[in-house]
């Protein structure tokens, strides 16, 4: 990663800063999957989820919240679920959700407006929830060292979305830029929502992400959130 010196505030941009979730923004989200593999089972894609990874809105004692922070191996990780699950009179394995996962395929307008953002002078950061065991995968896929400032992997950090501090944790690894000058882009809602409550603008991506493109690259050029209209209700 690249050492800056203090970035000055510029009048035609509104953000100095964009930082980025991973999956389900520069590939595949893993929400999708969830939604197949709930599909395949015949099962209500929220009791899935819950089963999966507990109260995804929260950041608390589920064991795929404990593998998040590395806390936890993948496998102690599946086992713990499978018994919780099995006592709630459900039998699922979290390892079956990794057959839908997509990693062919990289978001590319996603990584050109990485470039964009850093042309126009924003420094920029990747912030993760994900697991150790990932670590060496995920970060091959795309030119990390090229395109940011900083990687926040919450496995690494021992914090997850959506607790506060990992958010401010990379906006200091960005220099201590300012929350309101700073987007943040996630394809979760609730990780969305936390960042507006620390103060950064929240841009939720959905699909193939062109909505939230388009909002970076008009709070690059200097449209507020009232002239781009947000990007979700």
Known sequence: MTSHPALPTRSDRLIDAVVYDFGGVFMASPFDAMRQLADEKS?????????????????GDHPWHQAE????????????????????????????????????????????????????GARTAVLTNNIVEGKDFWRAMIPLD?????VVDSSEVGMRKPNPAVYLHTLELLGGVAPERTAFLDDFLGNVEAAERVGMIGVLVEGAGLPAIDAVDALLAGQSREQWGGNRS
Do not use: C, P, W
Not at 79 to 86: C, E, H, K, S, V
Not at 95 to 114: G, H, P, Q, W, Y
């Open 43 to 59: 099962m209500a894609y929220e009791l899935l989820l819950e089963l999966l990874f507990g109260g995804y809105h929260t950041d």
């Open 69 to 120: 922070r590395g806390e936890l191996a993948i496998t102690d990780a599946r086992d713990q679920i499978r018994d919780l699950a099995a006592q709630q009179g459900h039998e699922v394995d979290l390892f079956d959700l990794f057959r839908f996962l997509s990693t062919k395929e990289i978001n590319e307008a996603m990584v050109a407006n990485v470039r964009r953002a850093r042309e126009a």
């Open 146 to 150: 090229e395109l940011f400032d900083a």
